[in-house]
């Protein structure tokens, strides 16, 4: 039996509408199913094991534990029932409670930005920090002793600093404690937009007309040189200097980043960018925005032909044309991508190479043991 038999055994293609594998089917653009996720016309309804979404719409279940759900109308509706909180809703921006929103937890509100009461986490001393705020954002308290009636004034504390700022963004300053995560004891200050200093254990820094101008200066472990940075102006020029960095920028022309072993003091990682990440020379890849990228494992020529190899089993598939500007949208490919796909290749390690022409009437195998093309 033919190479192209065995395909059709395993594969059923009906141009781009229609395709079905063992562990997929799809009837484009409408339907598409693939292991726990299925697509009706995507993007407007997905469903997978967990969670559902139609449009703003979307429907969670915790399967793993079967204690948890949540069905949300993004941002007006939600209501759920989390393992820990137990059962909660809300009806933005009237009032409701949600367990966990962005980097927020515990998060109540009535009539916001009336009123909002939120707790976030303070790992370095393993305990929780609340906020208060009434006419978000303007007053604000914590539970550490922070508050803030901006923009008049603000008393912000954080692990083992302490900032304030007067008319913020005109006046601040801060004090430090010694911290061994960070440049150490000192204090800083800025006027803006005319001068600002940092004078740390670990780091020294002057600003000039800031964020324009700067200079700074930080202390590198274990007795290596102290890594510089000019910025004259940013973001036109900018130049770094350190024991495990060598960066210049003069942009949106020219940008070199080199990283250094700390050990060695070898190059790691080298890259060079033109007309600001336009071109992109990596040591393993190169990028030409939008149009051209090739690394391991993977080639893109856009629009028209983009290839990757698969790092467990090295197979390589390939197709003509590649319209979606963002390669290998697992959505895109199971709902889209064949309309505009009239070549597939798919090349093993030894050598074979099947090909597959107007989704699939038209199929052949080249390489280890070739045989004619089928109908």
Request: charged share 25%.
């Amino acid at each position: 039996m033919s190479s192209s038999l065995l395909i059709l055994a395993t594969a059923l293609q009906v141009g781009p509408f229609y395709e079905q594998k063992p562990d997929y089917a799809a009837l484009r653009p409408f339907y598409s199913r693939e292991s726990e996720t299925t697509d009706v016309l995507w993007p407007v309804f997905t469903a997978h094991r967990d969670w559902w979404r139609f449009c703003y719409i979307v429907d969670y279940k915790d399967h793993a534990s079967d204690d948890g759900y949540q069905f949300s109308i993004v941002p007006f509706w939600f209501n759920g029932v989390d393992k820990e909180k137990g059962a909660y809703a809300g009806l933005f921006p009237l009032w409701g409670r949600h367990p966990h929103v962005l980097f927020m937890y515990d998060v109540r509100f009535c009539l916001w930005p009336l009123w909002l009461n939120y707790k976030m986490p303070r790992p370095s001393r393993a305990e929780w920090l609340e906020t208060h705020a009434v006419l978000w954002p303007f007053v604000s308290w914590r539970s550490d002793g922070s508050w803030s009636f901006w923009p008049f004034y603000c008393l912000n504390k954080r692990r083992e600093s302490t900032a304030q700022a007067a008319l913020w963004p005109l006046v601040t300053w801060a004090d430090y404690a010694e911290d061994r995560d960070t440049a150490g004891a000192g204090r800083s200050w800025m006027v803006w937009p005319l001068y600002g200093q940092v004078r740390r254990a670990r780091e020294t820094q002057d600003l000039w007309l800031p964020p324009f101008f700067s200079y700074a200066e930080t202390a590198s472990p274990r007795g290596l040189p102290p890594r510089t940075r000019l910025r004259c102006p940013w973001p036109l020029f900018e130049y770094e200097k350190g024991p495990t960095r060598r960066r210049l920028s003069v942009w949106p022309l020219y940008e070199s980043d080199t990283t250094y072993s700390y050990r060695t003091g070898e190059p790691t990682t080298r890259v060079r960018r033109f007309g600001w990440k336009l071109i992109e020379l990596y040591d393993d890849e190169t990028r030409v925005f939008p149009f051209y990228a090739s690394g391991r494992g993977h080639f893109r020529l856009w629009p028209f032909w983009e290839s990757e190899t698969d790092a467990q089993t090295g197979v390589t598939r390939g197709r003509f044309l590649a319209l979606f500007p963002i390669r290998w949208v697992p959505a895109v490919d199971r709902n889209w991508s064949k309309f505009w796909t009239f070549y597939e290749t798919e090349r093993t390690p030894a050598g074979e190479t099947k090909h597959a022409l107007f989704w699939g009437l038209v199929q052949w195998t080249s390489g280890a043991g070739e045989r004619e093309p089928s109908k």
